[in-house]
């Protein structure tokens, strides 16, 4: 079968990717984008959809979900190839053609011009508990996170964890549930103080010095039994969800085996957003550069400063000034 060579393959869908995606569209490039995660989004859709984000510019406050919404109704318009729940393992320039080769853990192939590395923090697996025995129950009552507030209404919910996350989401499910209670391993947060405060003042039930030891049910979460940790003493709790919060882990290995330097497990780029490997640039979280913060609109630039020099690369008559967008009858 004769090979469909892309002008821009952007890998990752996060803000950054999407945007990027957008403009990609707006230049006139055949682009795909891939993404190994099932939905489009990034650490938005996958960490916070139902958060509200507040520093979006023009949007004084937007759901993560209306967000990722937005940004694909504003991808689309030029119908780029989406591929999801694909990781790209490899990614090989030929000396032959310089096309980029990439193949995916689903074993395809795709062939592309210009490379944009759009990767957040690499593809992202949330830490689980230790215990085997929570596996049978996920997505049966064990979640890694909460993408939909919905089946947690007039439920008994077990958050565990002290950082950001578990105390947002036990503030957040605290009116609909009918019950929270909150299990901590030290008697010190690492959340916002404002979030501690809230939570002091709230209906959550605080379990400091505690922790998850398992979860027993038929089928689903019916129970879960949790240890004072000096102690040991355990406490079997009624409970139709628990909410874990390890924090997630992040592979970035293979960026080496790609050619790509790195620094700190960031990729360095120059303003024009390239790597060190002509024709691969990076956008968004991944890169450092003096000056650089990991915000979704710095991310937003980025991506449109990658997806426009890589057009450049491509036919270097061609300018990289996009020209406005309000000129174009769309
Ligand atoms: C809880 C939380 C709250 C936040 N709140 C805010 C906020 O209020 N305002 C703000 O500006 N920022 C906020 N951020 C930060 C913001 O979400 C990030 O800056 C933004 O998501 C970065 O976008 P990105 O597209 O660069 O990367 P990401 O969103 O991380 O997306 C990268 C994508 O690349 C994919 N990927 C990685 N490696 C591969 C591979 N090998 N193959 C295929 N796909 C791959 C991943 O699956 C992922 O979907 C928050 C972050 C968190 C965790």
């Known amino acids: 079968m004769a090979e ?4 821009v ?14 403009y990609a569209g707006l230049r006139g490039m055949k682009c795909k984008i891939i993404d190994s995660m099932e939905a489009l989004g990034g650490q938005v859709s996958a960490m916070y959809p139902e958060k509200d984000i507040f520093d979006v510019a023009g949007f004084p406050r937007i759901s993560g979900k209306k967000l990722c919404q937005d940004l694909e109704e504003q991808l689309m318009r030029f119908h780029p190839l989406i591929i999801l729940g694909e990781k790209v393992l490899t990614l090989v ?12 853990d689903k074993g395809n192939k795709h062939f592309t011009k210009a490379v944009v590395l759009a990767l957040g923090m690499g593809s992202f697996t949330p830490k689980k508990h230790p215990n085997p025995e929570l596996v049978p129950y996920e997505g049966k009552g064990v979640n890694y996170g909460v993408l939909s507030l ?17 105390l947002d989401w036990a503030l957040m499910l605290e009116p609909i549930a009918s019950k929270v209670t909150l299990v901590h391993r030290r008697d010190e947060f690492r959340a916002h103080e404002s979030s501690v405060q809230k939570l002091k003042v709230s209906k959550v039930e605080i379990k400091l010095w505690h922790e ?12 879960a039994v949790i240890y004072e940790n000096h102690t040991m003493a355990e ?18 290995s293979f960026l080496k085996d790609w050619g790509i ?7 360095p780029v120059n303003p024009k957003m390239e790597t060190n490997v002509p024709g691969i640039y990076a956008a968004g979280d991944i890169v450092t550069h003096p000056g650089k913060l990991d915000l979704i609109a710095t991310g937003f630039a980025e991506g449109a400063i990658a997806v426009n020099f890589s057009k450049t690369y491509i036919n270097p008559g061609e300018k990289a000034e996009p020209g406005h967008s309000s000129s174009l009858k769309l």
């Open 150 to 166: 919905e089946p947690f209404k007039g439920k008994r919910v077990l958050i565990v964890g002290g950082g950001d996350s578990a």
């Open 212 to 223: 998850l030891k398992t979860v027993k049910g038929n089928g689903k979460v019916e129970e």
């Open 235 to 252: 406490e079997t709790l009624p409970m139709d969800f628990v909410v874990l919060n390890f924090g997630f882990q992040a592979s970035l």
């Open 261 to 267: 330097n790195l620094e700190k497990n960031k990729i």
């Open 93 to 104: 320039k030929r000396p032959t053609d310089n096309v980029f080769e990439m193949t995916t």
């Open 4 to 7: 469909d060579i892309f002008d």
């Open 9 to 22: 393959t952007i890998i990752g869908a996060g803000p950054t990717g999407m945007f990027g995606g957008f």
